[in-house]
C-alpha cells in the first residue's frame, strides 16, 4: 500500500493490485479478473502475462491462479529468522500436546502476519493460511506483540492502519486499547474474546529476546464453549513454560552466534 511519502512506480503497484485481486476469486479468466481491478482487459493481460513469465501465475485452461513460487519466497524469508525453527517446533509440539490450534505471530508493516500454525486433533480445521496478515488489535497474538512494541511504534501503527472493527467486541478507540494493553504487559498474556471471529477466543504470550524487545508471539485459539476461563488458565501455563524454553534457547543461540 502507497503510503504517499514515496515515489512509486505505477506499473508494479498495478501489478500488486491484480496479484491481490486474483487471491479473492482465483482461479478466474481474464475479463472477470480485469472487471474486478476496473482496469482494461488489455492492461490486465499484459500484466498478468508478465507474471505468468515470470512464473507466479499460472494459466491453466484460460483461468489464472497465483503460483507456488510465492510459497517458495515466503519460505525463504522465514527461515532467515533466527528463531524460526525453535518456533516451527514448539507450535507444532502444542498442537499435539492440547490438541487445539497453536499459532506463532510476528509484526510485519503495523500487521500481524503468522509463521506457524498446527491444528490438534480436537480442532476443527480453519482456513487461515500460513503468511495471513490481519489487524494487530483483532487476536490475542497480535496483542500479545502490539504491547510490548514501542509507544510511539503502537501510535503508528494506528494512524497508519486505523482500529477497523472486526466484531462488536473489538476495541476500536485508541484509549480503549492502551488500556488493554497495559494490563497485557501487566499480566504478560493477551487474550482474545471473539474479537476477530465470533465463536473463538485466544490466548497468546509474547517472545522476548536477550535485549527483552518483542519477536514474536505464541498462542492457542478455539471454540467460545470450550475455550472457558479455567480451560485457558491451564493453556495460559503450557505458554508461559513454552515462552520461557523459547527464549532460553534462542538467548543460547543469540550468544553462541556471538561467540562463533
Same mark, same amino acid.
Given at each position: 500500500m502507497p503510503t504517499g511519502n514515496d515515489k512509486t512506480i505505477g506499473a508494479v503497484e498495478t501489478a500488486f493490485e491484480i496479484l491481490s485481486a486474483l487471491g479473492e476469486v482465483e482461479p478466474t479468466g481474464l475479463s472477470d479478473l480485469a472487471s474486478v481491478v476496473d482496469i482494461p482487459t488489455s492492461t490486465t493481460y499484459i500484466h498478468l502475462? @508478465?507474471?505468468?513469465?515470470? =512464473?507466479? #501465475? #499460472?494459466?491453466? %485452461?484460460?483461468?489464472?491462479?497465483?503460483?507456488?513460487?510465492?510459497?517458495?519466497? =515466503?519460505?525463504?524469508?522465514?527461515?532467515?529468522?533466527?528463531? %524460526?525453527?525453535?518456533? $516451527?517446533? !514448539?507450535?507444532?509440539?502444542?498442537?499435539? @500436546? @492440547?490438541?487445539?490450534?497453536?499459532?506463532?505471530?510476528?509484526?510485519?508493516?503495523? !500487521?500481524?502476519?503468522?509463521?506457524? $500454525?498446527? @491444528?490438534?486433533? !480436537?480442532?476443527?480445521?480453519?482456513?487461515i493460511p500460513i503468511g495471513n496478515h490481519t489487524e494487530m488489535h483483532w487476536t490475542s497474538l497480535g496483542k500479545a506483540i502490539l504491547a510490548y512494541l514501542p509507544e510511539d511504534r503502537r501510535k503508528h501503527i494506528v494512524e497508519r492502519h486505523g482500529l477497523p472493527e472486526g466484531t462488536s467486541e473489538t476495541l476500536t478507540t485508541f484509549t480503549d486499547l492502551e488500556r488493554e494493553l497495559g494490563r497485557v504487559r501487566q499480566q504478560g498474556y493477551a487474550i482474545d474474546d471473539e474479537e476477530h471471529l465470533r465463536g473463538i477466543r485466544g490466548v497468546a504470550v509474547p517472545i522476548l529476546d536477550g535485549d527483552k524487545n518483542v519477536i514474536a508471539s505464541i498462542g492457542i485459539t478455539g471454540p467460545r464453549d470450550r475455550f472457558t476461563p479455567g480451560y485457558m488458565a491451564e493453556l495460559l501455563n503450557i505458554l508461559q513454560y513454552s515462552k520461557n524454553e523459547i527464549e532460553v534457547r534462542n538467548q543460547y543461540y543469540e550468544y553462541s552466534s556471538i561467540d562463533g
Open positions: 502475462n @508478465t507474471l505468468v513469465e515470470q =512464473g507466479f #501465475v #499460472v494459466k491453466e %485452461a484460460g483461468q489464472y491462479r497465483r503460483s507456488f513460487r510465492f510459497l517458495e519466497v =515466503g519460505g525463504s524469508v522465514r527461515q532467515q529468522l533466527s528463531f %524460526a525453527r525453535l518456533l $516451527r517446533n !514448539k507450535v507444532e509440539e502444542l498442537s499435539n @500436546t @492440547t490438541g487445539e490450534i497453536v499459532g506463532a505471530g510476528i509484526e510485519e508493516n503495523g !500487521k500481524r502476519v503468522i509463521l506457524y $500454525r498446527s @491444528t490438534g486433533e !480436537k480442532a476443527a480445521a480453519d482456513e
